[in-house]
Structure formats: C-alpha cells, structure tokens
C-alpha cells in the first residue's frame, strides 16, 4: 500500500522558516510529479509548489521568491522549504504525487501537516 508521510510542520513567528518533508513508501514503479498544498479553515485546497520528476518546478504566485520545492527521486521525497513565513502561510499543508502502481498512474495524498505562522 501507498502511503506519503509528511513532517516538518510547526508553529513558527512571522519572518521565520520551516522545511517539510514528504515521503513516499509502499510498493510501486514509479513517481512522476510531486507537489504541496495547502488548506487554510474556510478556504478550499490550493496549489503551493510542484515539481515534475525531471526538476520542472511551478508556484503559486503567494509564495514565489518565498518558497522552493525540490525533490530527491533515490528516496521518494519531495521537500518545501518555506522562508520569509506570513501569517496567511498559515494552513494545513498536504503532500500530493502522481505515482504509478503495476499498470496504473493515481494520484495520492498525505495526512496534512499544520504550520503556524504567528504575527
């Protein structure tokens, strides 16, 4: 079974950083695009960063200049490094990946981890 797991969240002051981690483990061929999301309360899910298995990289424009996602294929791990944190940072943030089981490509999800940002 698929599973991503994410760390890395945290309650962190308005200008400070955090990194968050996702991995995925389980049985499966093959990752393509890896991304992050976030949802604040009220809010619906949105897009904050992804990134294609070849290193192609695409962000919200909130978080531009802010955030860098990158990824490290070997250990099936995707990572957001979040600098220069705003109190509208604040959400739970979801790993996603597109990954591929014996003949099929699905989308997956990881459990969410929370980041504070306190102004």
């Known amino acids: 079974q698929v599973q991503l797991v994410e760390s890395g969240g945290g309650l962190v002051q308005a200008g400070g950083s955090l990194r968050l981690s996702c991995a995925a483990s389980?049985?499966?061929?093959?990752?393509?695009?890896m991304g992050w999301y976030r949802q604040a309360p009220g809010n619906q899910r949105e897009l904050v960063a992804r990134?294609?298995?070849?290193?192609?990289?695409d962000y919200a424009d909130s978080v531009k200049g802010r955030f860098t996602i990158s990824r490290d294929n070997a250990k099936n791990t995707v990572y957001l490094q979040m600098n220069s944190l705003e109190p509208e940072d604040t959400a739970v943030y979801y790993c996603?990946?597109?990954?591929?089981?014996?003949?099929?490509?699905?989308?997956?999800w990881g459990q969410g981890t929370q980041v504070t940002v306190s102004s």
């Open positions: 996603s990946a597109n990954i591929r089981e014996r003949t099929t490509w699905s989308n997956y």
């Open positions: 389980g049985r499966f061929f093959a990752i393509n695009a």
């Open positions: 990134i294609t298995r070849g290193g192609i990289t």
